[in-house]
T-cell receptor
């Protein structure tokens, strides 16, 4: 699987959009981009995933660059409950041996 | 659905003792796995299974055994506990069936301390 690079930490103001970057410059054509988050040592929680196109669900939006070498997770209106570690992962379909790096620690401040 | 259930939630062992962490899922998922998470670190894959009767090693398998006799259960055995195995252990499951997002569903974790 391709490796990903994320900033170790970032702050965000409550109510504002949080934009979390992820670099995956060695991603292959059949690898998806997945995002998970882990709130206060709970089990990680799936957020969203995509292959080429931008994706949106009730939790977040995922923007993937045209060359697929980087992506951005957008939390449109961050709340204090969004404070968590966010993991960006790339994987091929049906490969569940996911590697979770250190992720980005996001702190939402009132 | 209860999802992925791990027991116990907390355990203290002495060096050399053995124990089993239990994991059960009620979603009929083919894939199950065990991760460990040390303080301030990401999750590292210990063992995984793609179906009943099939297991394989992940990134950090030494000191751990697994078996998968049923689709629902995937226990993790510590053979002779060492202080280096002090960690939080997460079990996860998923399904590759059509229509699935391919996401991993995680349990709440089992916090193990080895003295």
């Amino acid at each position: 699987d391709a490796k990903t690079t994320q900033p170790p930490s970032m702050d965000c103001a409550e109510g504002r959009a949080a934009n979390l970057p992820c670099n995956h410059s060695t991603i292959s054509g059949n690898e998806y981009v997945y995002w998970y988050r882990q709130i206060h040592s709970q089990g990680p929680q799936y957020i969203i995933h995509g292959l080429k196109n931008n994706e949106t669900n009730e939790m977040a939006s995922l923007i993937i660059t045209e060359d697929r070498k980087s992506s951005t997770l957008i939390l449109p209106h961050a709340t204090l409950r969004d404070t968590a570690v966010y993991y960006c992962i790339v994987r091929v379909d049906n490969d569940y041996k996911l590697s979770f790096g250190a992720g980005t620690t996001v702190t939402v401040r009132a | 659905n209860a999802g992925v259930t791990q027991t116990p939630k907390f355990q203290v062992l002495k060096t050399g003792q053995s124990m089993t962490l239990q994991c059960a899922q009620d979603m009929n998922h083919e894939y199950m796995s065990w991760y460990r998470q040390d303080p301030g670190m990401g999750l590292r894959l210990i063992h995984y299974s793609v179906g009943a009767g099939i297991t394989d090693q992940g990134e950090v398998p030494n000191g751990y055994n697994v078996s998968r006799s049923t689709t629902e259960d995937f226990p993790l055995r510590l053979l002779s506990a060492a202080p280096s195995q002090t960690s939080v252990y997460f079990c996860a499951s998923s399904s590759p069936r059509g229509g699935s997002t391919g996401e991993l569903f995680f349990g709440e974790g089992s916090r193990l301390t080895v003295l």
